[in-house]
């Protein structure tokens, strides 16, 4: 028999009531090993690529590597350092399969509320000792929306890969949130116009999410979340699978790309 994991009706609740699960201890030690031995390697990968214009847009710096099909997010205070991939299960094997891990896969069906998901997107975030910089403000909705007619049902896996503390710059999130539909936004052109305006939102409601490597956060777009700067000694990293109803394109494919790299 395969074992379901499903969310549990307490669970169920907290998705109804907070818009989110927190599960502790889903992956172990050496589960999270391999997986940021994985990341590692595609960074390194990405390194190596011949750079492109990198372009300012909102609080970040993106990278278009049309060839391998991401994008690659660098550090504002340091354009040599990588903040961020996205897509990224593509280009390697190992995070691909880690994917469709039934873990991160069972609790999404309830989240989207459907019996089977495929990947909508997927996005490695670094938070480098010392360096990392801020996650601001924000739903993901408004970055999807007019991506996919199906964006209110998209449900994100976040795979805390180390230690996530307040010091190197845990996810915070806004319980209750995800009920108050879509919040103010800064009054800016462009990328930026799809953050949300901290000045215009009560920030003392954010719960900092402070766990283990191997917990794993589930949650849908309208959830209000964050993450500051990593002012610790160590890393932050942390995979996100987003996943969706069958049938529908994966993010490359909404966004023009269509090379399938390889690392």
Not at 83 to 102: K, T
């Amino acid at each position: 028999m395969i074992e379901s994991h499903r969310l549990d009706a307490s669970e169920r609740r907290q998705l109804e009531d907070n818009g989110y699960v927190l599960r502790r201890s889903v992956f172990d030690v050496r589960e999270c090993a391999s997986i940021v031995a994985a990341c590692e390697t595609l960074v390194s990968r990405l390194l190596a690529e011949r750079r492109h214009r990198k372009l300012s847009v909102g609080s970040y710096n993106f990278e278009l590597q049309r060839d391998l099909a991401t994008v690659v997010k660098w550090e504002p205070g340091n354009l040599d350092m990588v903040q961020g991939v996205e897509p990224f299960a593509h280009l390697s094997d190992d995070l691909n399969r880690w994917a469709h891990d039934s873990r991160l896969l069972d609790p999404c069906k309830d989240v989207v509320g459907a019996d089977d998901v495929i990947l909508f997107t997927e996005k490695l975030n670094l938070k480098r000792a010392r360096d990392g910089g801020p996650i601001v403000l924000h739903q993901d909705f408004p970055y999807w929306k007019d991506l996919t007619p199906i964006a209110s049902r998209v449900a994100t896996a976040m795979l805390f890969l180390d230690d996530a503390t307040l010091e190197n710059g845990c996810l915070e999130v806004v319980p209750g949130s995800h009920r108050e539909g879509l919040q103010q936004r800064r009054n800016v052109e462009g990328f930026g116009s799809l953050e949300m305006d901290p000045e215009r939102y009560d920030e003392s409601r954010l719960v900092a999410l402070e766990v283990s490597a191997g917990a794993v956060a589930f949650f849908g777009p309208f959830l209000v979340h964050r993450s500051k700067p990593n002012t610790s000694g160590d890393d932050r990293r942390a995979l996100l699978y987003s996943y969706q109803p069958p049938g529908n394109p994966h993010s490359r494919e909404l966004t023009g790309f269509s090379r399938k790299s390889k690392v």
